[in-house]
C-alpha cells in the first residue's frame, strides 16, 4: 500500500457569532471576530506547502444558517485554493451545519465531495488505495447509532470512518450520533476521523479514533491550543499523527493571586506582571484572550469588589501597554474572599453581614426568593441561562438561592464597608 499524509479537521465553525464583542473597537477587537476564517486561510496554506494529499473535514465547518452568501464564498474561494493544488476535500456536515440548518447553497468546486445526509456512502481514492465512509447529518439532533449502517471496509484499502459524534455522551457536548469506541474499533476501518467534541485526544490506536478538536477558540472555555490533525500513512499503517496549530487567538483563564497585596494598587501591578508572563509564555506570537481571576484570602476583599470597574480598566490598559495586538482582556473577575472577621463586629455594618448570613439558612425566605425569580430567569434567552459564567446569574439560573443571597450580600457588604471607610 502506498504512503500519504491528510489533514483532518472539523468544528471550524466559519463566522460563529462571538458574544461581547458587538461595543469592542481596535485591531485586537478585530482579530478576534474574523479567528475563525483566519485560521481555516493557515490551514489551506498549511496543507498546500505540506503538499498534502487530502483533506478531511469532519463536520461543523459552519456554525448554523449563513446571514448572507459572504460565508459560503469565503468557503468556496479556499477550496479553490486547494483545487488549484490538487488536493481533494471530503466534506461531511454534522448538527451546526446539518443539512436543514443551513437554507443557502452554492455549487462547491470539483475537488470538494459531500458525504450524503440520507445513507452512509463511500468514496475511493484509487491512486492512493484509500477508502472514506461517512454520513453528514440531516438534520442537527440525530440521536441513533449512525455506526452500523456504515459501509463495510474496502478490501486492499486504508479504510478512514468519517462521523460526527460525542461517543456516547462525553462531558460538556449534546449526545449527537451516540456511539461506543467499540462499535469504532470492531468496524474494521484504520482510522476514525471524528469531530464535535472540541478536544483534541487520540482515544485509541490501531486501529486510531481520533477526535481533532475545534480549530479556532471561540470563548474562555475553549482555552489553551487549538489545532487540525496532520496524519501521516505509511505501507498501511498509521506512523506519525502530529497538531497543526494554525489557530490566531489563544484563550486564557489568568489566575492572580493578591493575598500578600496591601492596596488595590499593588494588584493592579500583580494583574501587569501576570499579563507580561502569559504573553511569553503562552501566546507564541498569537494575540491572548484573557479572563483574568484574582484569588487569595485578602484584607483586600471588599476594595478589590467595589474596585472592579478601575481593576478592568486598569487590566485594559495594562494589555495596550504591552502592544495593541498581544493581549485582549475579556473580563476581570474579583474571586478573592476576605481574611476579616467583620461579622464579629458590633457596628451597623456588622448586623447586616449577621442579618445576610442568617438568611443564607432561612428556607421561607429562599421559597419567596426563588418564586419571584423564577418568572424573570425563564425569560432570560436560552443562550444567557445554559452558558453564563457569571456566579450570580448563574447561582439565580441554578435556584441555587443560598449561593445567590451569599454572593448578594457579600457586594452590599463589600459597597457599605468601603463607603464607611
Request: one cysteine or more; hydrophobic letters at 45%.
Amino acid at each position: 500500500m502506498k504512503s500519504f499524509r491528510f489533514i483532518h479537521t472539523g468544528d471550524i465553525h466559519l463566522d460563529s457569532p462571538l458574544k461581547g464583542l458587538c461595543r469592542q473597537q481596535g485591531a485586537a477587537a478585530e482579530r478576534i471576530r474574523t479567528a475563525t476564517r483566519t485560521a481555516f486561510e493557515n490551514l489551506i496554506g498549511q496543507a498546500i506547502e505540506h503538499e498534502i494529499d487530502f483533506v478531511v473535514i469532519a463536520g461543523d465547518l459552519y456554525d448554523g444558517d449563513w446571514r448572507d452568501y459572504q460565508t459560503g464564498l469565503f468557503f468556496v474561494k479556499q477550496m479553490g485554493r486547494l483545487a488549484q493544488a490538487k488536493i481533494p476535500v471530503f466534506l461531511l456536515h454534522g448538527n451546526h451545519d446539518a443539512e436543514s440548518q443551513i437554507t443557502r447553497k452554492l455549487t462547491l468546486p470539483a475537488n470538494v465531495t459531500v458525504f450524503s445526509a440520507r445513507k452512509a456512502e463511500t468514496f475511493r481514492l484509487q491512486h492512493l488505495d484509500v477508502a472514506l465512509h461517512g454520513h453528514s447529518f440531516g438534520r442537527r439532533d440525530i440521536t441513533d447509532n449512525l455506526v452500523p449502517a456504515y459501509p463495510p471496509p474496502v478490501a486492499g484499502c486504508f479504510n478512514i470512518g468519517v462521523l460526527h459524534t460525542c461517543l456516547g455522551g462525553m462531558s460538556g457536548h449534546a449526545n449527537y450520533a451516540p456511539c461506543a469506541i467499540e462499535d469504532l474499533t470492531n468496524k474494521g476501518y484504520d482510522y476514525w476521523a471524528l469531530a464535535h467534541v472540541h478536544q483534541a485526544a487520540v482515544l485509541h490506536e490501531r486501529p486510531h479514533v481520533v477526535f481533532c478538536g475545534n480549530l479556532q477558540a471561540r470563548h474562555i472555555r475553549e482555552s489553551g491550543a487549538k489545532s487540525a490533525t496532520l496524519v501521516t500513512v505509511e505501507d498501511g499503517q498509521v506512523a506519525e499523527i502530529s497538531p497543526l496549530h494554525v489557530d490566531c487567538v489563544r484563550w486564557i483563564r489568568l489566575l492572580v493571586p493578591v493575598e500578600q497585596c496591601s492596596a488595590v494598587a499593588d494588584a493592579v501591578d500583580r494583574v501587569r506582571q501576570a499579563l507580561e508572563g502569559a504573553i511569553e509564555r503562552d501566546a507564541q506570537g498569537r494575540l491572548l484572550a484573557c479572563r483574568i481571576e484574582l484569588t487569595g484570602q485578602t484584607g483586600l476583599h471588599g476594595e478589590l469588589l467595589v474596585s472592579a470597574d478601575h481593576l478592568l480598566a486598569e487590566a485594559k490598559a495594562a494589555a495596550l501597554g504591552l502592544g495593541e495586538e498581544a493581549a485582549w482582556i475579556e473580563r476581570l473577575v474579583v474571586a478573592t474572599t476576605s481574611s476579616e472577621t467583620a461579622t464579629s463586629s458590633k457596628d451597623a455594618l456588622g448586623d447586616l453581614q449577621r442579618i445576610i448570613e442568617s438568611a443564607g439558612s432561612d428556607a421561607e425566605l429562599q421559597a419567596r426568593l426563588a418564586s419571584e425569580l423564577g418568572d424573570l430567569v425563564r425569560k432570560l434567552p436560552h443562550d444567557i441561562r445554559t452558558d453564563t459564567d457569571d456566579a450570580v446569574l448563574k447561582a439565580a439560573v441554578d435556584g441555587n438561592i443560598a449561593n445567590l443571597i451569599a454572593h448578594g450580600g457579600a457586594y452590599l457588604s463589600a459597597r457599605l464597608a468601603a463607603e464607611k471607610v
